[in-house]
């Protein structure tokens, strides 16, 4: 069964004070893996995928690589405006979606 | 503006009493899906339909429905809502690529 567990639970950060958040996971054929951002009372928001070990995207202050166990999702000199919650999800060969209970990310100003 | 819509976007309601949640993408999307989301357990996948009239279950079916009669809509029915469903849904669509996107919600409260 695929599996994908997130940590921390939840992350308090100061602004600027970059850090790092971990998707590991056991899927069997991995075709995709998603980072997603969810505000409170939305729909999550797509961010990334990634297909294969050892890619990185990129996009503002926010960078996702992803190895043959686990993915992280790196925040760099967070703002405020970076407090949601991110969720990782890996997609099988059977189209099936499977997602972590997500970080929880504040940014105090 | 390419969306992912549902309706209602809140509903209480009491057990027993059949209720539809719909929901409708306007970007020509062959693949749908229905999500509840709970506090500790993340998104789990209810049913997905890869097109008009091809639907399978999910992580959790039990107690859901749903159907694709066109390609645009894909309600979820809940024929006798219990207080175990009260949740938070996501519809979700994607085209050939694999990025999902996600309407805004529907929140359920079954008492």
């Known amino acids: 069964e695929d599996q994908v567990t997130q940590s921390p639970e939840a992350l308090r950060l100061q602004e600027g004070e970059s850090s790092s958040l971990n998707c590991s996971y056991t899927v069997s054929g991995l075709r995709g893996l998603f980072w997603y951002r969810q505000d409170p009372g939305k729909g999550p928001e797509f961010l990334f995928t990634l297909y294969s070990a050892g890619e990185e995207k990129e996009k503002e202050r926010l960078k996702a690589t992803l190895t043959k166990k686990e993915s992280f999702l790196h925040i760099t000199a967070p703002k405020p405006e970076d407090s949601a919650t991110y969720l990782c999800a890996v997609q099988a060969n059977d189209y099936k979606l499977s997602f972590g209970a997500g970080t929880t990310v504040t940014v105090r100003a | 503006e390419a969306q992912v819509t549902q309706n209602p976007r809140y509903l209480i309601t009491v057990t027993g009493k059949k209720l539809t949640v719909t929901c409708s993408q306007n970007?020509?999307?062959?693949?749908m899906s229905w999500y509840r989301q709970d506090p500790g357990l993340g998104l789990r996948q209810i049913y997905y339909?890869?097109?008009?009239?091809?639907?399978d279950k999910g992580d959790v079916p039990e107690g859901y429905k749903v159907s694709r009669k066109e390609k645009r809509n894909f309600p979820l029915i809940l024929e006798s809502p219990s207080p175990n469903q009260t949740s938070l849904y996501f519809c979700?669509?994607?085209?050939?690529?694999?990025?999902?996107?996600f309407g805004p919600g529907t929140r359920l409260t079954v008492t």
């Open positions: 970007m020509n999307h062959e693949y």
């Open positions: 979700a669509s994607r085209s050939g690529g694999l990025e999902q996107y």
């Open positions: 339909s890869m097109n008009v009239e091809v639907t």
